[in-house]
């Protein structure tokens, strides 16, 4: 069964950085672009950032460019979103998944919350 394990949210004021992780098993994803999506209350679950298998190639939405940086670890099924200068826009629970996203992969997320 696969399983992505999303972790590191939490609440953080304004400019503050946090560090989310997530952890994949049932089976390697070393060989697909991962990304980072988001979901704000009453919008729409949006893509944020993603990676391609070798690292080589990354994609940011505008509104995380110079904030947000996604890294990946193969070895490990693991893959990471770093983001600093957060913004209360920014608040959001946080999924990853595959991009383009499946349906069967989408796990609990994690919340984040920045205050003003």
């Known amino acids: 069964q696969v399983q992505l394990v999303e972790s590191g949210g939490g609440l953080v004021q304004a400019g503050g950085s946090l560090r989310l992780s997530c952890a994949a098993s049932g089976r390697t994803f070393s060989l697909d672009t991962m990304g980072w999506f988001r979901q704000a209350p009453g919008k729409e679950r949006d893509i944020v950032a993603s990676?391609?298998?070798?690292?080589?190639?990354?994609y940011y939405t505008d509104s995380v460019k110079g904030r947000f940086t996604i890294s990946r670890d193969n070895a490990k099924n693991t893959v990471h979103l770093q983001m600093n200068s957060l913004k209360p826009d920014d608040t959001a629970v946080y999924y990853c998944?595959?991009?383009?996203?499946?349906?069967?992969?989408w796990g609990q997320g994690t919340q984040v919350t920045v205050s003003s």
């Open positions: 998944n595959t991009n383009p996203p499946k349906s069967d992969y």
């Open positions: 990676i391609s298998w070798t690292g080589t190639f990354t």
